[in-house]
């Protein structure tokens, strides 16, 4: 960090100010909605080109709650934002900044970073988009578990003044500090508030640390004829099979016999999208199964394959292959511009992340679908909802994410001295975002109610 103010610095900070003209930070708080707006149409619209008979698997995950059906149904918030103010500060941004896509998983030199971990819907648009999920997706949680409506507000009010706290630091610091700077295990723990907190660190970092590709062997595979196989367990992952009539015109994807034909062509393609040496390392495994996989709440339906390959010494490597679909972001800010949605995940991943999947690639497969492939639960760790057993549990987590967004947003945007300007010192903005949340939420259990009444009424 910069012992004196540089002048670039203060110009840089001074047009952030200047923003607050055009929308004062108190006009975040605004809870603006098109009153044309139609949820069924919306949730039919993220339903087309799924695949259809796993459809009503992902209504049922998303009618758990109205925070499973938040989580489910990025596109509603996007649509809803749109005619909202924001700053008019741009970056490439997650698009789908919820609670439940942060965690813990494995650098490429092994170690334990906590960062965002969902890209399915990274786009360029506001950077309030992503904190507003965040801090709508707390006040969900909060609810949830059972806390009260005052510690929901102040659980994502030391979100956004923690947001806010680190931006403030990035936006002093220079280009290279930001793109090299990250969020570790080590740190996290160091800063937590009481034993509780730091006990269920440590419960995550330990389960995220058996999730290697040598433990997930015996758990994911079976022995069949003398040959390693993926072992079946639907609905969650599973074999195609060409009698199957659930794929409609994919139906030839992973029938027996099929596999290398449709595996060659794709991976021969994403090879092509890694670096040399990373290149040069997965030539030397081969493919040895493949097989269907169900993925999370927003993404049932979406076409998802599991990849087991193997060294000469029999090592395994399993890689997830998905499908990747236009950003729900995109309607309502601009086309994407990478000709391809698995290189807009990768790129949108690489650029926020502090450090990225070693594998992480793009590809096309049958019918000109695009898809993103990285490794399969490579030292990946979340806390569940159930484990936020108080509200200062939550908070502290809240607090995590938004450390990471806050680094991300400085990373991708090279903006962080003009969003600091914009942001201020003072807590104007954290209680704008939090008088915000609580409306938006209850927006979210209304949209829910008449998402539950659609499917009583069979019009889903």
């Known amino acids: 960090m910069p012992t004196a103010v540089h002048p670039q610095?203060?110009?840089?900070?001074?047009?952030?100010?200047?923003?607050?003209?055009?929308?004062?930070?108190?006009?975040?708080?605004?809870?603006?909605?098109?009153?044309?707006?139609?949820?069924?149409?919306?949730?039919?619209?993220?339903?087309?080109?799924r695949v259809p008979k796993l459809v009503p698997l992902r209504y049922e995950r998303m009618k758990v709650s109205p925070f499973t059906f938040f989580r489910g149904m990025a596109l509603i918030q996007a649509a809803d934002l749109a005619s909202?103010?924001?700053?008019?500060?741009?970056?490439?941004?997650?698009?789908?900044?919820?609670?439940?896509?942060?965690?813990?998983?494995?650098?490429?030199?092994?170690?334990?970073?906590?960062?965002?971990?969902?890209?399915?819907?990274?786009?360029?648009?506001?950077?309030e988009w992503d904190v507003k999920r965040l801090a709508v997706s707390l006040v969900l949680a909060a609810r949830e578990r059972g806390f009260n409506e005052s510690a929901a507000k102040s659980v994502v009010a030391h979100m956004v003044a923690t947001y806010r706290k680190r931006v403030n630091e990035?936006?002093?610091?220079?280009?290279?500090?930001?793109?090299?700077?990250?969020l570790g295990y080590e740190q996290l723990l160091e800063r937590a508030t009481d034993d509780a907190i730091r006990q269920q660190l440590v419960k995550v970092a330990d389960k995220a640390r058996t999730q290697t590709q040598e433990r997930l062997l015996p758990k994911m595979t079976t022995q069949e004829d003398g040959s390693l196989r993926l072992r079946d367990n639907p609905p969650v992952i599973f074999h195609m099979t060409p009698d199957d009539q659930v794929w409609g015109q994919d139906a030839d994807w992973l029938g027996e016999g099929h596999a290398n034909d449709l595996?060659?062509?794709?991976l021969s393609s994403y090879i092509n999208t890694l670096k040399e040496d990373r290149r040069t390392l997965l030539q030397r495994f081969r493919p040895v199964d493949a097989a269907f996989k169900v993925v999370g709440v927003g993404s049932v339906g979406t076409r998802c394959l599991v990849v087991l390959l193997?060294?000469?010494?029999?090592?395994?490597?399993?890689?997830?292959?998905?499908?990747?679909?236009?950003?729900?972001?995109?309607?309502?800010?601009?086309?994407?511009?990478?000709?391809?949605?698995?290189?807009?995940?990768v790129f949108g991943q690489r650029l926020m992340q502090a450090a990225s999947d070693l594998f992480l690639g793009w590809t096309t497969g049958p019918g000109q679908r695009h898809f993103y492939v990285r490794q399969l639960r490579d030292m990946k760790g979340s806390p569940a909802l159930e484990s936020f057993e108080t509200?200062?549990?939550?908070?502290?987590?809240?607090?995590?994410c938004a450390w990471a967004l806050a680094r991300?947003?400085?990373?991708?945007?090279?903006?962080?001295?003009?969003?600091?300007?914009?942001?201020?010192?003072?807590?104007?903005l954290d209680q704008a975002i939090a008088a915000y949340a609580p409306l938006y939420a209850d927006q979210v259990t209304q949209d829910y109610n008449t998402f539950c009444k659609a499917l009583k009424s069979r019009s889903l």
């Not at 990035?170 to 990250?182: C, E, I, P, R, V």
């Not at 509200?391 to 995590?400: E, I, N, R, T």
Request: net charge neutral; glycine share 8%.
């Open 170 to 182: 990035f936006a002093q610091m220079g280009q290279l500090a930001t793109w090299y700077s990250k």
């Open 310 to 345: 193997q060294d000469d010494y029999d090592q395994p490597l399993f890689l997830q292959l998905k499908e990747a679909r236009n950003s729900v972001l995109e309607p309502y800010t601009q086309l994407c511009v990478h000709g391809h949605q698995g290189k807009r995940v």
């Open 263 to 266: 595996l060659k062509p794709m």
């Open 408 to 428: 991300a947003h400085a990373k991708s945007g090279g903006q962080a001295a003009e969003l600091a300007g914009y942001i201020g010192q003072s807590d104007r």
């Open 84 to 127: 909202a103010p924001d700053s008019g500060l741009k970056l490439q941004i997650c698009g789908d900044a919820h609670l439940m896509n942060y965690g813990f998983f494995a650098s490429p030199e092994r170690q334990l970073m906590f960062d965002i971990n969902d890209f399915d819907e990274t786009h360029h648009g506001p950077w």
């Open 9 to 49: 610095f203060e110009r840089l900070q001074n047009s952030g100010k200047e923003r607050r003209s055009a929308c004062p930070r108190a006009d975040q708080a605004l809870c603006k909605l098109d009153p044309r707006r139609d949820i069924v149409a919306m949730i039919r619209q993220t339903s087309a080109g």
């Open 391 to 400: 509200a200062d549990s939550l908070a502290a987590f809240g607090q995590a």
